[in-house]
């Protein structure tokens, strides 16, 4: 343990290295352990007076950062380790109110509205959860019972194509564009409205990219982390670039019960796509073979709609999660001068 700092539950530590969102590192107080070893770079204290959880919240809201601003240099090699002296870090300032009351007051509301953020995170997570397990078990149930329902290959309902990429040297090709132009790290979003990037007229006609109509179920062939593989469904016109191919159904099978089927195929997408799931990407040939359990129409739109229904009610409480985080985030700035 010789060179390591030795923090007790309760105590706090500042990490002086930024990140998005924390533009003068962050300061933490260790809660989920009795103690824990930190490295010298982390400078460690404990409260001498006031209220440890108000300070908690106080160290939450960034409010301290102007203090820090006045002292800190980045560090010589560039890494992203702020220069934030010791002794100048216990000499900053902190405006805080001295009544012991209005201290536990306000921590105690702060307690509550991040115990209802976290109920609210729990709901949002097992409702994914739900989601996936109900889709499976109505698919398990499809592939077991070969009186209703086929195996087809993609190929044999839909026609699949891939997208391309405009010049980006020719701002002809991008500048004031309105067609819609969906790239692979894009398709996380699942349910396609918008895009980031739009191309112009003349950028669609010099490429060989395909307009998709509404309700295509697309694809990532490659991207970088966990992109490969992903599945989304498109919710108004778009285009591709390469590395996205467009599922184009014939009426056969239900788009939306294609998406939820291949959605939860994304692990095994992911391993065909190059045998061990970690390079390369997918292709139009392994698309076009995949095999698709297919019930009668009718049976498709059910699983489909009950898959929508789940999206909704999932993002319903989403978005409330994020009007949590948003309420918590503005009392938080607001609580502390």
Not at 121 to 134: F, P, T
Not at 236 to 263: P, R, W
């Amino acid at each position: 343990m010789s060179g390591y700092y030795l923090l007790l539950n309760g105590e706090y530590a500042y990490n002086k290295s930024y990140s998005v969102g924390y533009d003068y590192g962050s300061i933490k107080r260790l809660d989920r352990y009795p103690m824990g070893a930190l490295s010298t770079l982390y400078i460690c204290f404990a409260l001498k007076k006031h209220d440890t959880d108000f300070v908690k919240a106080y160290f939450d809201s960034l409010k301290w950062y102007r203090e820090i601003y006045m002292i800190s240099a980045e560090g010589a090699r560039n890494h992203g380790l702020l220069n934030v002296p010791t002794d100048e870090f216990f000499e900053t300032k902190h405006y805080l109110p001295q009544n012991l009351d209005e201290q536990r007051k306000i921590a105690d509301f702060i307690i509550a509205l991040e115990r209802r953020i976290d109920a609210q995170q729990s709901l949002v997570d097992n409702l994914k959860k739900y989601k996936r397990g109900a889709i499976k078990y109505l698919l398990s149930k499809l592939s077991s019972e070969t009186n209703n329902c086929t195996l087809r290959k993609i190929s044999s309902f839909a026609t699949c194509v891939v997208g391309a990429t405009p010049d980006t040297n020719k701002a002809e090709y991008w500048n004031n564009g309105t067609i819609p132009w969906l790239s692979s790290g894009e398709v996380n979003k699942k349910r396609i409205y918008f895009t980031d990037k739009k191309i112009t007229s003349l950028g669609y006609k010099k490429t060989s990219t395909k307009m998709l109509p509404i309700k295509t179920v697309v694809i990532a062939l490659a991207g970088q982390g966990k992109t490969r593989g992903t599945v989304a469904i498109t919710e108004n016109e778009v285009c591709t670039n390469q590395s996205v191919a467009g599922i184009i159904t014939d009426g056969t099978v239900d788009s939306k019960y294609l998406f939820y089927y291949l959605e939860t195929q994304y692990e095994n997408l992911r391993i065909l796509s190059s045998g061990d799931g970690t390079r390369g990407g997918l292709n139009l040939h392994l698309i076009n073979e995949y095999l698709v359990p297919v019930p009668c129409l009718k049976l498709q739109k059910s699983i489909a709609s009950l898959g929508t229904f789940l999206d909704c009610y999932i993002n319903s409480n989403n978005n409330l999660l994020s009007q949590l985080h948003r309420l918590k985030s503005a009392l938080l700035q607001q609580l502390f001068i």
